[in-house]
């Protein structure tokens, strides 16, 4: 089953890199419009989990109805939407779910990237550079401009990096600095662990769920949310995916039974 698994990644690996270089092309007759990312995470996301065999699951993502005018051209409000990250599958699984008009944030390494790169950077999406802290500050005011000026919501990742099955790192402020700076509210998306609930060597490798969360009104306790109690305001917030992830993890591994 180990073979198994190399097979699949692999065909995977290719499958995506062929779906990126086309997107980019693609890109290249409108870069970097708002809807280009909407249109190339779908996709491969789609493709990565039926070749993977991965259940992907878009759990409440009627709830974007509420939140967006999902139409092509329509103008998007203004949001943060902010999810785990702990795998590179996850990437994927996020992608896949978020609605027309949003893009993400993301390294500015990731444009070196073949393929995968172009079609990021050509989607619209943002790129900075979190080694610099003054690059870092400088590109999220220019955040809030694009998403003031174009109408777009951004989708970040708070943790910053990887967890790599070490459960939900700390977050980091910068998301909800630009929240609080853009007048934004925040829409959760809470990944299940895919450590726990995903094995390729299995011929059905589990299953993934991206349970989309009403958005937060950025208060606490009826009072709205500053600089003095933002760190109180992040760590409910993380309190809050702890607890979803778990139940989500729960109710996965219960439908899977999978024997050990």
């Known amino acids: 089953m180990i073979i198994l698994c190399y097979v699949r990644i692999f065909i995977a690996f290719i499958v995506a890199a062929v779906a990126y270089a086309v997107f980019a092309i693609f890109f290249l007759l409108r870069p970097f419009h708002k809807n280009n990312s909407?249109?190339?995470?779908?996709?491969?996301?789609?493709?990565?989990?039926?070749?993977?065999?991965?259940?992907?699951?878009?759990?409440?993502y009627d709830r974007f109805k509420d939140y967006f005018d999902c139409s092509m051209g329509a103008k998007t409000p203004m949001k943060i939407?902010?999810?785990?990250?702990?795998?590179?599958?996850?990437?994927?699984?996020?992608?896949?779910?978020?609605?027309p008009g949003v893009v993400t944030i993301g390294k500015r390494i990731i444009c070196l990237i073949p393929f995968l790169g172009w079609a990021f950077m050509l989607g619209g999406n943002i790129l900075i550079n979190r080694r610099d802290r003054k690059s870092a500050f400088a590109t999220m005011k220019?955040?809030?401009?694009?998403?003031?000026?174009?109408?777009?919501?951004?989708?970040?990742?708070p943790e910053g990096t990887r967890s790599w099955g070490r459960g939900l790192l700390k977050f980091k402020k910068g998301a909800f600095y630009l929240a609080l700076d853009a007048k934004a509210p925040i829409v959760p998306m809470i990944v299940s662990s895919i450590h726990k609930t995903v094995d390729l060597r299995r011929w059905n490798s589990g299953e993934i769920i991206v349970d989309v969360l009403p958005e937060l009104d950025?208060?606490?306790?009826?009072?709205?949310?500053?600089?003095?109690?933002?760190n109180e305001f992040i760590e409910s917030v993380r309190n809050m995916y702890l607890k979803h992830i778990e139940e989500l993890d729960k109710e996965i591994l219960e439908r899977l039974n999978w024997k050990k």
């Open 142 to 157: 220019a955040v809030k401009e694009k998403m003031h000026a174009q109408q777009v919501s951004v989708c970040i990742l």
């Open 81 to 99: 939407l902010i999810a785990n990250h702990q795998h590179t599958l996850d990437l994927f699984a996020v992608g896949g779910t978020l609605p």
């Open 38 to 60: 909407y249109y190339c995470n779908n996709t491969v996301a789609k493709i990565i989990f039926w070749i993977l065999r991965i259940k992907y699951t878009r759990r409440n």
């Open 218 to 230: 950025m208060e606490v306790d009826g009072e709205g949310v500053t600089i003095e109690n933002l």
